[in-house]
């Protein structure tokens, strides 16, 4: 059983739903949403407030500018893309703090919040049931 407990607790030191992506931005507390795919993805539509770093652009140079104090939680399009998974990698190799969005940007919108860019979603804002 402490083998179980131990992975769950990892997971969650690790990965972020959307509803606690959300919260930790309203909140301001001290996290980053990052997204990890290429340029006109996040051109066309991203999770307001974030960061765009492509995870094959991620160097000590393409993140120097970046806090370290900071918590980046990376997204890509969701479950059948894994750009989020090579991002959290490449930045914690990097020394930052990081964890990995649970569905990505799809999951975003279908908990309802709102997206920016050239093809904008709105949000309804809607109440995580968990």
Request: negative net charge; charged residues 30%.
């Amino acid at each position: 059983m402490q083998k179980q407990i131990e992975f769950y607790e990892n997971k969650l030191a690790y990965e972020m739903d959307p509803s606690d992506l959300w919260d930790a931005l309203e909140k301001d507390e001290n996290t980053v949403a990052l997204d990890a795919r290429k340029a006109f993805g996040f051109e066309k539509e991203h999770i307001p407030t974030a960061i765009n770093i492509p995870h094959m652009e991620m160097n000590a140079e393409s993140t120097k500018h970046l806090d370290k104090s900071k918590t980046y939680v990376c997204y890509c399009d969701g479950i059948g893309c894994n750009a989020s998974t090579k991002g959290a990698l490449n930045m914690t190799k990097l020394g930052f703090k990081v964890k990995e969005l649970m569905g990505g940007i799809e999951w975003w919108k279908f908990d309802g919040y709102a997206t920016e860019g050239t093809n904008p979603v709105k949000g309804a804002k809607m109440e995580c049931a968990c």
